[in-house]
Every structure is written in C-alpha cells, then in structure tokens.
C-alpha cells in the first residue's frame, strides 16, 4: 500500500462511564514482521463487549482505556508482514480473537486455548468495530471468498458453541441447553446438528425461548414459571440428561443442572458466574460419576475446523440466530438491543464512508 496511515470509522471506548464514543481515527499501515491488515467487513456484537459498554466490574479491573472495541468479524487482507506465509493480500478471512504466545506449557502441548499470556483482540488490544484492524497473521482463518460475509463474523462465537457442545458425544443423546442467548441459540443449532435425541431448552426471555422452538429444541422451559427439575425429569423418564451446555452463568439454573444431570453424564460449562456457588459434590457429582469441562474459548484450530465443516455442509441455521444487521456506527443501539434480550446474534456493517 501506499499510503502510510489510513482514516477510518472507529467504536472506542473512551471514558469509563456507560457507553461508547463514535470516533474519526487515524491508524498507521505499519506492520510488525507478522502481523497483517484487514479492511473489516462485517463484525458481530457480543456479550464481551456489552459489559465494556456498561462498564462493569469486570471492564474496570480489565481495560486500559482509550480502546477501540470489538472482536469478532471477518475482512479482506490488505497487507501483509515480510514474514507472513499462508494468509496473502485478498484472502477473506475471520480471527481467532485469542493472540497466543506459542511457547508457554499449554501452547506447547497443543492446547492454546488456555495459554497462560493470552490476549484478547478488543479487549487487551485495538479491536474490529473499525473500518480497518491489524492482528497477527496467525489468528487469520482463511474462508471460501463466496461464503456469506455475516455467517463468517460469527464463526468466533460460534466456535464457542461448537466447543461447549462437541466435548461430550451427543450423538442420539439428550441434551440440556441452559440459558438461550445467541451463543445458546447456537448450542441448539449445533446440537441439532450433531443429531442429539432430545434438546431442552431452558431460558427466563420469552424472545429467546420462542427462538429456541424456532431452531429446535423439542422442550422450551421457562424457569420462572416452572419446577426445571422436575420437567426435566418427566422429560427424560425419570433419569436426567446425558449432557448439560451451560450458557447462562446463573447461580440457581447451574445448581439445577447438577440434580437433573443423568449419572455419567456430562456437564459442559462456558457461562461465567458473578457469584460463588455452593455444590453437593457429594451426591451431586461424586455419587453420580459425571464428567464437568470448563470451556474457554476455542481450541485452536481444531474447533475451527469443524465450524468451517458445519458452515460447508449447510448443517447451521445462522440467518435465524443472526437477527439484527446495523451500520457499524449504531453500536451503542446494538448494545441497547443486547441489554434488552430481545435478540440473537448482532452484526455491524461498515459503510463506505467508514473507510477513508
């Protein structure tokens, strides 16, 4: 490229108060040896950055602001770093958000997704909610350049799902979704794709429950009105689910899960809890021989493998879990809808004049 900076559109979170700025900024086409710039083309809100829009007690002790926010997208590269190799100017791709260092213990032994030095693309580092972002080369995954744009800003999350989901065989299995925001909507769609018997789905939002229905799930309970355990039970013949997708991070739906869980069962976990919860190990875990993964992130690359195998193959629902397309610089309205849970999955768009 020729010019050395480029103009752009960027979502920055400025000040810590509730909110983000809509700003003008400059960013430099400069590139570290391994690094690449990607002209953003679509880029999905997600529960991360809604708690950096409200500005919680998790942002506060996290952010060094002023930060340009946002983490997953997909884009076309524009440049690349003199010793990049196998991501090259043109290619469409997507971003692994976690920059891993690639020598520690974890890393090492292939398991990347808990590496000890992991940073996060929008939250330790300039982010996607941008007209322009450079990361390095080796979070690039390279998508077919006829794929749809919105399906691939999702893979990250997606990922997520995939993760939760594909650790415990599901096959003809019956299943429990805890929590139906986007990334459980896509625990459904996923499970359904992995040709689970029976899903449960259990959800507090009304909208949500009635997405659920929409993707699948052959059982919608809504906690507040109902005995969850008891449902699941009488769901189940009296002995429980195979496999528990934790999604919601609630206290009690987390306590539940663990008395309506079939002995041997397994028990994934990616919601992140505010709180301490008390288990019966005893009778609850112990006694009954289950199996519990904590899920962080995506394994990489091997989730992403599969996700790019499930889009492939047509086996996913996406346009029915991707429910709001905004201009990139209504993300404050994405936001809003998000704390509403009136919606799936949100993606930003760029405009033209987002790119200068």
Same mark, same amino acid.
């Given at each position: ?6 103009? +752009? ?36 809100? =997600?529960?991360?950055? !809604?708690?950096? !829009? ?29 010793? @990049?190799?196998? #991501?090259? $100017?043109?290619?469409? @791709? ?6 891993? %260092?690639?020598? =520690?213990?974890? %890393?090492?032994?292939? *398991?990347?997704?808990? =590496? ?11 982010? %996607? ?10 979070? %690039? ?44 909507? +896509?625990?459904?769609? #996923?499970?359904?794709? !992995? ?24 059982? $919608? ?6 005995? @969850? ?14 496999? @528990?997708?934790?999604?919601? /991070? ?9 008395? !309506? ?13 505010? *709180? ?12 009954? /021989?289950? *199996?519990?993964? /904590? ?42 809808? +998000? ?12 405009? *033209?004049?987002?790119?200068?």
């Amino acid at each position: 490229m020729e010019s050395e900076t480029l103009r +752009m559109t960027a979502i920055v979170k400025k000040n810590p108060t509730i909110g983000f700025d809509t700003e003008k900024k400059t960013l430099s086409t400069f590139l570290k040896d391994d690094e690449v710039l990607i002209k953003v083309k679509t880029a999905s809100f =997600c529960g991360t950055d !809604y708690h950096i !829009y409200q500005y919680d007690d998790w942002a506060k002790g996290r952010l060094d602001l002023p930060l340009t926010v946002g983490h997953e997208f997909s884009g076309e590269v524009l440049k690349t770093g003199k010793n @990049v190799t196998g #991501v090259q $100017v043109g290619d469409i @791709v997507s971003a692994e958000t976690h920059i891993i %260092c690639g020598e =520690c213990e974890f %890393c090492l032994r292939g *398991e990347g997704h808990i =590496c000890e030095n992991t940073e996060i693309i929008g939250v330790d580092t300039d982010g %996607c909610f941008a007209g322009y972002v450079k990361i390095p080369a080796a979070n %690039c995954f390279i998508n077919s350049k006829d794929a749809d744009p919105l399906h691939l800003s999702v893979q990250e999350p997606l990922g997520n799902a995939v993760h939760t989901m594909a650790h415990f065989p599901i096959e003809g299995k019956s299943v429990a979704i805890v929590g139906c925001g986007p990334l459980g909507l +896509m625990g459904i769609d #996923v499970s359904k794709a !992995y040709k689970a018997k029976k899903i449960v789905a259990i959800e507090v939002n009304a909208y949500r429950r009635k997405k659920a229905a929409e993707l699948g799930a052959d059982v $919608v309970i809504n906690p507040l009105e109902e005995d @969850v355990v008891a449902r699941v039970f009488e769901e189940t013949d009296g002995r429980g689910v195979d496999v @528990v997708g934790e999604f919601s /991070g609630n206290k009690k739906a987390i306590q539940q899960a663990f008395k !309506y869980i079939k002995p041997g069962g397994g028990m994934s976990l990616l919601g992140i809890p505010a *709180e301490t919860i008390e288990l019966d190990l005893a009778n609850d875990i112990v006694f009954k /021989g289950i *199996e519990i993964y /904590g899920v962080v992130g995506r394994k990489i690359y091997d989730t992403w493998y599969e996700v790019r195998r499930l889009i492939d193959e047509n086996l996913l629902n996406l346009d029915k879990i991707i429910t709001h397309k905004l201009p990139l610089k209504e993300a404050v309205k994405a936001a809003e809808i +998000m704390g509403s849970g009136d919606s799936g999955k949100i993606v930003l768009v760029p405009e *033209e004049d987002d790119y200068e």
